[in-house]
Each structure stands twice: as structure tokens, then as C-alpha cells.
């Protein structure tokens, strides 16, 4: 995890809540947005299960000095890790029939994650029941759709291990009644690939 090291010191990012999405890899730029419903607080993986991050708000610093080479992109299988993880995590459903808790999310990225964030992200978190229980009465859905993977600026090019990625994705927060309100978020993640080949999240370096 030296991949870290230095771009970590010196970055950080925006995170956000939110159902099923559909990733596509295209360009993205941050643009203004509309308003939504309010997110938990910023956390950090540290101390699970409450301090394991869930999408709100946080910052990707920007680091001084040489960054990675600016054709350098991430391998076809880091982008479709770190966009499935993205999308499983900040989507949630509180329609009847559909994900029962907050941490439904959790439990879904988990399958692009390593056994120890998986267990983190899946775990209960209190802090998150008044949103979940504002969701449930107004029957909302919450749409994570990713629209770039991208290697963060300032980050060293990913090797054949390790990576970090920068994931952008629109999120869409539609109760069943009322104007459904849409916002751009991102991500920063860290991923490594396993002894089976397939590469994980195992971090959420800024959160």
C-alpha cells in the first residue's frame, strides 16, 4: 500500500449517499448541481463499524510537485472495480420490497472489496438511521450513476498491484413523490489486485 505514501499526505475528496446504478466510462467535469438531501457527516475507515465511510462529504487535496505522466490511465479491470464498487455503495432503494437497511449498500459493494472494508462497510451504523428512516417515508430511491474512472491528479501511475482511482458519478435522489434532485459526487478509492488476479477496493483513502 505504498502506493499511498505521498499523494495521500497531500490530497483528499467529495463523497456522497446513494440505488442500482448504470456505470458508463465517459468524461466528466464538475458542474453546478441541484440540491439534495442532506448526507451523514464525514467519517473515516479507522474505526469500524461507525467510523467506516459512507458517501458524505470530504475533500481530495492537491499535491505539489511531479504527479503521475498525463497519458498514464488505469487498466480495463481497475476502472470496472473501482465503477461497481461506486455504484453498490452509494446506491440505496427505500421503496417497500426493496433494501431493508442503509447498509444493504454496504453489503452489495462489498463484493468488489477486500475481506476487511467488505466486513466494515456491511457492519450497522446508528449514525445513519435518520436518513434510512426519512428515505423509508418517502419511499426514495437513490441512483449512482459513474461517468469517469480516472487516475487522480497528482497520484503515481498504477502499477501491476496497486492503483488509485478517481471515480465520478452523478447521484440522483428520487422520493416517490415530489422533484427528484441530481448532484455530480466523487471518489477516491484504493485498489489492489489479489493472488486470484482480480482487483479490490481496499480503502477509501480521503474519506
Known amino acids: 500500500m505504498t502506493i499511498q505514501s505521498r499523494f495521500i499526505r497531500k490530497c483528499g475528496i467529495v463523497l456522497s449517499g446513494g440505488a442500482l446504478i448504470t456505470a458508463t466510462l465517459t468524461g466528466c467535469s464538475t458542474a453546478p448541481s441541484t440540491p439534495s438531501a442532506p448526507d451523514p457527516g464525514p467519517a473515516t475507515v479507522s474505526a469500524p463499524p461507525e467510523g467506516v465511510p459512507v458517501p458524505g462529504t470530504g475533500t481530495i487535496p492537491v499535491p505539489d510537485g511531479a504527479g503521475h505522466d498525463a497519458d498514464a490511465e488505469l487498466p480495463a479491470a481497475v476502472r470496472r472495480a473501482a465503477a461497481g464498487f461506486t455504484a453498490a455503495w452509494a446506491s440505496h432503494d427505500a421503496r417497500p420490497g426493496k433494501d431493508r437497511s442503509y447498509t444493504d449498500a454496504g453489503k452489495r459493494a462489498a463484493a468488489f472489496a477486500s475481506a476487511d472494508l467488505g466486513a466494515a462497510i456491511s457492519a450497522p451504523r446508528p449514525s445513519t438511521a435518520s436518513l ?76
Open 132 to 207: 434510512w428512516a426519512r428515505w423509508t417515508k418517502d419511499r426514495t430511491r437513490v441512483t449512482a450513476t459513474v461517468t469517469k474512472v480516472s487516475v487522480p491528479d497528482g497520484a503515481p501511475a498504477p502499477t501491476r498491484t496497486s492503483a488509485l482511482a478517481r471515480v465520478l458519478y452523478r447521484l440522483t435522489t428520487a422520493p416517490a413523490k415530489g422533484k427528484a434532485t441530481s448532484e455530480l459526487k466523487q471518489v477516491a478509492l484504493q485498489l489492489e489486485r489479489g493472488g486470484d488476479g482480480e482487483w479490490r477496493v481496499i480503502a477509501l483513502p480521503y474519506a
